[in-house]
């Protein structure tokens, strides 16, 4: 059985890869999925990340993985073969496979380059199904560019990354964005029978995870310019006690290659419901999660802005210990 909340004692994780990331060409799907408030796309820069980034990048997961096996957990990789071309990355697993129970589910990805993107972590799931995808131009509303309020995706077909969902055992919460429409809640739902609650308003680029964590049954960390008051969020998740996120410290990106907000130092994976870890400069948010009885791991991790994701979005927790 998979993993089916955030914060039981994690005992097996895949961690991805930095080596061999790119920003793929941008056709329809990209462009407007991962840069919508983009104004001038000629400054958007494709192919190869330069490699002291993805080097850097490795190192940094190198230093995880230990940290990872010197807490008891089995670390498994996407594969290593040279000889089968990266698409987009394999740095963040969490993208692409939800996992709870007895699923694992290779989502319906709306950039069309990440299609297949699951496969490098396909041997590590042997019971993997892969949802149905749909990539025609339909799918895709141009009237989102500059407009936050106008998301990237319609309704004809559903689409999501798995990053746009956080579990709570039989309660999801999925993060209506420009990387997950309702259609996508609705056909998780209905494929699992799980409870898919729905947060919409708040965020539109794109995933969940710089938004809301979950720390323990009961208790989560907000971002405070998505999340102004619980109201906002679904049943059952307004009563929960919460940790509202201090200003994060910048670390910056490498030259123009801007991929997140500074809110992805919020990003933290739990290894246990007293143990987490997080980008080693974040230390207001350490000392706050510190108040609620969390120890915090502070590890390096100098490109989640310009790769695009923190030690949550870098890990898919396959087992935890109930």
């Known amino acids: 059985m998979y993993a089916t ?181 609705n056909w998780l739902r209905e494929h699992t029978g799980l409870n898919v609650h729905l947060l919409e308003g708040v965020y539109s680029y794109m995933h969940i995870d710089s938004t809301v964590a979950f720390l323990r049954e009961g208790l989560m960390l907000l971002n405070p310019t998505r999340i102004k008051d619980v109201s906002v969020l679904p049943e059952p998740f307004r009563s929960w006690d919460y940790i509202m996120c201090p200003e994060p410290i910048d670390i910056g990106y490498h030259g123009d290659y801007n991929n997140a907000s500074v809110w992805i130092n919020m990003n933290m994976l739990s290894i246990s419901p007293t143990l987490v870890a997080l980008e080693e400069n974040q230390t207001p948010l350490a000392d706050e999660l510190a108040k609620w009885g969390i120890d915090v791991a502070l590890l390096p991790t100098r490109h989640q802005r310009t790769l695009g994701g923190g030690f949550h979005c870098v890990t898919a927790d396959t087992r935890r210990a109930s």
Request: with cysteine.
């Open 5 to 185: 909340n955030e914060w039981d004692k994690l005992t097996e994780v895949i961690v991805g890869r930095a080596r061999g990331a790119r920003v793929p060409d941008l056709d329809l799907s990209m462009r407007l999925v991962n840069y919508a408030d983009v104004s001038d796309e000629t400054t958007i820069k494709t192919g190869e990340y330069p490699e002291i980034v993805t080097q850097q990048a490795d190192e940094d997961l190198e230093k995880f993985v230990g940290f990872l096996q010197g807490e008891d957990v089995k670390v498994l990789r996407p594969h290593n073969n040279p000889s089968i071309p990266v698409t987009y990355y394999d740095y963040c697993p969490r993208d692409i496979v939800f996992l709870h129970g007895k699923h694992a589910i290779a989502t319906p990805q709306p950039i069309r380059a990440r299609a297949y993107n699951y496969q490098a972590i396909a041997h590590h799931l042997p019971d993997i199904v892969e949802a149905p995808r749909y990539y025609a131009d339909d799918l895709y509303n141009t009237a989102c560019l500059g407009d936050p309020d106008t998301l990237a995706l319609t309704e004809v077909a559903p689409a999501f990354d798995a990053a746009n969902c956080i579990r709570a055992n039989d309660d999801i919460l999925y993060l209506v964005s420009n990387s997950g429409n309702v259609a996508g809640a």
